[in-house]
C-alpha cells in the first residue's frame, strides 16, 4: 500500500500526496507548477485548450496520446509521462518544427488555443509518418480556433510531416530510453491510497483488488477515461468520494475476436478500440470517428459509455442492434446478461453492489447481413447526439425480413428497442410499401422528450427517416450509395 501518485512531468520525476480525488490535472500544471500555457477554454474537454500528452509503456512500446487536462484527474496519472508545450521547445530557445510550421504558415492569431493545437500537431507528428488530409482534419477535431481558419494550421502539419521525430530536436525522441526506464521503475501491483481530509483516491493495483474494493466501497465512484465524470466536478461541482481509477488496468484493456464476436474489455478506449472495429463491423468504426474528439476518444472507454447509463451514449445503441451481452463481475464471481437488459430506467442500470463492468461480447454481423449507425447531432464533429438510431436486418431467400434488431439513443429514458416496429417488420417483403406502412410504428416503441438538442417531434420524425434511409441504403442505386458513402466520410 502506498499514499502518492508518481509520474513524469516534462523532465522531472513528480510525486504528488494529499490532494483531493478530484483536481485535475489542468489545475495542478497552472496552479502548482505554474505551466499556463495550458489553456482553461472551456472546462469540459469540448475546446483542446488544455491539450497535453500522456505517454504510458504499452506491450514494451512507450505510446503517447492527446488528452484534455480540464477533465483528467491527477490521481489518474501513476506511471505516466506527462509532456506540456513548455517541454517541446529546445534549451537554446529554438522552436520544436512543430511549433515553427505554425508560424511559418501563420496557423495562430490570438494565441489562446495556439498551444493546444500544437500539441494535438505533436500527437500526430510523432504517430504518423505521412498523414493524408483526412487524417490531420481528424486529429484536429478535439480543437476549436474562433480567428485564425482552420487551413494555416492544416498546412502546418502538412509541412512539419516532411521532418521526422530525430534525437536533434525532439525530447521525446532523444530521452526515449531513459523514459522508459524510469516509467518501468513506476510500475507496481500496490494499492495506492491518497488521503486529503475525509477524501480518498484508490488505484487498485489489479482487477482483482478493484472487485475487492467495491465490496469494502460499493458507493464509489469509478472513474476510466473521465470524459463524462470530469464533467460532474468541473461542470457540476459534485463532491465525489472515494474515488477509484481504473485506467491503468491492463487486464481490462484487452480486445479478442474469434469467428462469432469480438470481446472488448470494458478498459479500452475508443482509439484502442478504433482498428478493431474499422477492419471488422465498419459502421461500428465509422462511429467511434464521431465520438467527441481525438482527445475525448484517446480517454474514454466503450465500457464507461456503457456504464454510466446515459440514454444520449453513443455505443449502447450500436451494441444492442448487434445484440452483445455485458459482463458484470464482483468480488463474488462474474455474470452476463443482454446489453439490452442492463439499462434499466433513466440513472439506474442493472448492477448489483459491488459489481463493475468487466467486458462487452459483440457479436458479428451475420454474413449477407445489412448493418448500418446513424449519428444526428448539430454539428458532424465532437458533439452529443441528438439521437442515434442502429439498424441490423437480415433478408430471406425471398426477400422478406428474416430478423431484425432496431434500435435507439435519445429517444427515450434508457437506450431502446423498436420493438414494434421491429414486428411491423419481421415477416415482410423488404420493400418501399412494407416501409411505409410501417414508419408509425415507431409512436408505439418512443415518446421522446424536447429539450435543448432537438424537439420531441424532430426526433420522432429523424428517426422514421432513417428507417427510409436504411430502406433505401440497402436497396438503392448505385448513384444513392455512392451519396449515402460521400455523406459518412
Known sequence: MTDCIRFILNGEDVAVSSFEPTETLLDFLRLKRRLTGTKEGCAEGDCGACTVLVGRLDGGRLAYETVNACIRFLGSLNGTHVVTVEHLAAESGMLHPVQQAMVDCHGSQCGFCTPGFVMSLYGLWLSNDMPSRAEIERALQGNLCRCTGYEPIVKAAEQVARTRPSALFDP??????????????????????????????????SVAALADLLTEEPEATIVAGATDVGLWVTKQMRDLNPVIFINHLTDLQTIASDDRAITIGAGVSYSRAFDTLKAEIPALGRLIERIGGQQVRNMGTIGGNIANGSPIGDTPPALIALGASVRLRSASGSRELPLEDYFIDYGKQDRRPGEFVESIRVPRPEAGSHYAVHKISKRRDEDISALCGAFNLTLAEDGTVSHIRIAFGGMAATPKRARAMEAALFGKPWNEATITAARDAFDQDYKPLTDWRATAEYRQLTAKNLLTRFFLETTGTPQELKRFAEEEA
Open 172 to 205: 521525446l525522441e532523444r530521452d526515449r530510453t531513459n523514459i522508459m526506464a524510469r516509467l518501468w521503475n513506476l510500475q507496481g501491483s500496490d494499492t495506492i491510497t491518497v488521503v486529503k481530509g475525509d477524501r480518498r483516491l484508490i488505484v487498485p493495483g
